[in-house]
């Protein structure tokens, strides 16, 4: 699989080559700029690419603004944001194409290899991977909303967790239930909040995301 | 018709009372002069004592009316007094050039003012049999001498601008220092105790790797656990001192960032184009926030609006809730806070918050705006 990334800072970005090489990606190009990840992405149109918010020249926004311009030129191109703080802001403009295969992920998220590397397949396959944080401050905000307030304890669990982009088995291994009864609960969820039922599991995600964000 | 006739009666009320007023003034002058005359004698000083608080309101009284008059405010700019004894007050006020300005003006306005006042008399009764006189005229010749004498002299505008800035300059720099100080606790009793806490577990996993691997194991673990802990203490602490969003969007960006992640229905609009010079923005982003934790705190509201407009050199900021109100800027609360954080730029505060609400907190910041070549395109995606 093949991965374009883009880090300013010397060692995480060999950490993370050194991570992704290890688990069978393929990094084409490592750039450590807005203006060169822009052409990288449009050049290489990698599988995924993984991306610090932050970036040269600017030290702002640069390594988001970049990857929002590439996936106006390329539709759908899978992104993985990583960054020290997580945003609503940024989390809404990244799906705004409601097209998927967007990831917006604390830098911490990379100790735990396993998760890291299976949320960069997820991403890949045009699926969500959105931080717990993003999802709790998401679920705060609505919690005084009447459907949501209509949820069981479980079922919320099920919910960030799904909005976090995780599919029912993973759902299922987290919670220690097993896959029918995650489907029981999503579909609970789905009917409470007035949601359309969907067989794919990346459209259900970003049904959930949409909902929460209340667009 | 009415009204013309009642506005006409009105001025020659007002001319009597003026002349009254002159004359008063006058003997109010002698008995000053003669105060002076005799102080060293035991009369002079109680004299003094009387005659120096009645000048003030005196000259207080003329200075409103002669204001009202001309459409202008004069404002009175005496030192202030100092609290103690009386003969520590007479002698702060005797020393004041503003007391001295005051019996100039009296002298004046029982001779040439008196002199004016009573043309006014009657030019005013002239006004009543005649409705083509014009009604402006030697009162108005009056009130620009009260606007002449007892306006605040330059020098006396001046002082009381340093005084103001020493003020805030000394809120500005206790305030910091308690910032400093803050950060300082935080990080050593977070962050960094955290850090210490991780080299710890790494060392004794290292030596436990060989011979007793599990414990290596769960060593690392917690040493992983730590270094998250200690990054988002570092988060919490950075987005105190100074938020990402703020330096990546500008003030803009930054509410509308905090109105997403605060658990509200918050509404924002705003107009500032460009970018604010990073000290005004810090200090009005964390105005904001500010008013916007109280809202949270005490207000029990549902519902807030805030707007930012940049117009004329000034940033106006209004944070509105539809709480229960009842909100005061007292000492040891967050709109004290936000006070002090605007005095620094000249800004001020004004809060509107009777009980049973709604609550209006209005930010003033005088600033600039920058061309907007460094604000971000808004419409991503």
């Keep these: 699989m093949r991965v374009v990334l883009a880090e300013d800072l010397a060692l995480l970005r060999d950490g993370l080559i050194r991570l992704l090489e290890a688990n069978d990606f393929e990094v084409v190009e490592a750039v450590d700029n807005g203006p060169s990840l822009l052409r990288a992405l449009t050049t290489h149109r990698p599988d995924v690419a993984v991306v610090d918010v932050r970036l040269p020249p600017t030290f702002t926004d640069e390594g988001l603004r970049a990857v929002i311009d ?10 993985l944001v990583l960054s020290q703080y997580v945003e609503q802001l940024y989390a809404r403009e990244l799906l705004a194409d409601r097209t998927g295969g967007v990831g917006y992920l604390l830098k911490d998220r990379v100790f735990n290899v396993g998760q890291f590397v299976d949320a960069v397949r997820q991403v890949a396959a045009g699926g969500t991977a959105m931080d717990p944080e993003v999802i709790s401050q998401l679920l705060t905000k609505r919690a005084d909303d009447e459907p949501v307030r209509a949820l069981t304890p479980r079922e919320r669990e099920v919910l960030s967790l799904m909005a976090e982009g995780r599919s029912n088995a993973a759902i299922a291994g987290r919670l220690f239930i097993t896959e029918k009864a995650v489907s029981k609960h999503t579909n609970s969820i789905f009917m409470r909040l007035g949601l359309p039922q969907s067989e794919d599991d990346n459209r259900r995600v970003l049904a959930v995301l949409a909902y929460l964000n209340g667009s | 018709m009415v009204n013309e006739l009642g506005e006409r009666l009105k001025l020659v009320w007002w001319a009597v009372l003026l ?3 002159a004359c008063l003034g006058l003997v109010l002058f002698c008995v000053l002069l003669t105060g002076v005359a005799v102080v060293l004698v035991s009369v002079g000083i109680p004299m003094l004592m009387v005659c120096f608080p009645l000048l003030r309101r005196f000259a207080d009284f003329h200075r409103h009316w002669a204001g009202k008059w001309l459409g202008v405010t004069i404002p009175a700019s005496y030192r202030p007094r100092p609290k103690g004894n009386p003969f520590v007050r007479l002698w ?3 020393r004041d050039p503003a007391s001295w300005r005051d019996v100039l003006w009296l002298f004046v306005n029982g001779t040439f003012g008196l002199v004016l006042c009573i043309a006014a008399i009657v030019e005013s009764v002239l006004g009543l ?6 009604k402006k005229g030697a009162l108005y010749l009056d009130a620009l ?13 001046l002082a009381s601008r340093v005084q103001e800035l020493a003020e805030s300059r000394a809120e500005t720099v206790d305030s910091q220092a308690a910032e400093i100080r803050r950060i300082e606790r935080d990080l050593h009793d977070g962050a960094q105790a955290r850090l210490v806490a991780l080299g710890m577990n790494l060392g004794m996993a290292a030596d436990a790797v060989d011979t007793d691997p599990q414990t290596a194991r769960l060593l690392l673990a917690e040493a992983q656990a730590a270094s998250s802990q200690a990054l988002a203490e570092l988060r919490g602490l950075v987005r105190g001192i100074h938020p990402p969003v703020l330096a990546d969007r500008g003030l803009v960006g930054a509410v509308q960032a905090l109105a997403l992640a605060t658990p509200l229905a918050i509404d924002v609009e705003a107009d500032v184009p ?7 923005e810090s200090a009005a982003y964390f105005a904001v926030a500010e008013a916007l934790t109280n809202v949270i705190k005490h207000s029990g509201a549902h519902h807030v609006g805030i707007t930012l407009r940049h117009a004329h050199g000034v940033l106006h900021m209004v944070v509105e809730d539809d709480g229960r109100g009842g909100a005061t800027i007292g000492a040891g609360s967050g709109l004290r806070g936000i006070e002090r954080r605007l005095g620094a730029f000249d800004g001020s505060l004004k809060v509107t918050s009777p009980p049973g609400g709604p609550t209006s907190v209005i930010m003033e910041l005088p600033c600039e705006s920058s061309s907007p070549k460094t604000s971000p395109s808004s419409g991503t995606g």
């Excluded at chain 2, 049999?129 to 014009?134: K, T």
């Excluded at chain 2, 001498?145 to 505008?157: D, G, H, I, Q, R």
């Design chain 1, 70 to 79: 590439a996936r106006a030129q390329i539709p759908g191109l899978p992104v």
């Design chain 2, 19 to 21: 002349t009254m007023f």
């Design chain 2, 145 to 157: 001498l009260v606007k002449w004498l007892l306006s605040p002299s330059e020098k006396a505008l």
């Design chain 2, 92 to 94: 702060a006020t005797v």
């Design chain 2, 274 to 280: 460009g970018r604010l010079a990073a000290p005004v």
């Design chain 2, 129 to 134: 049999l005649f409705w083509w006189w014009p």
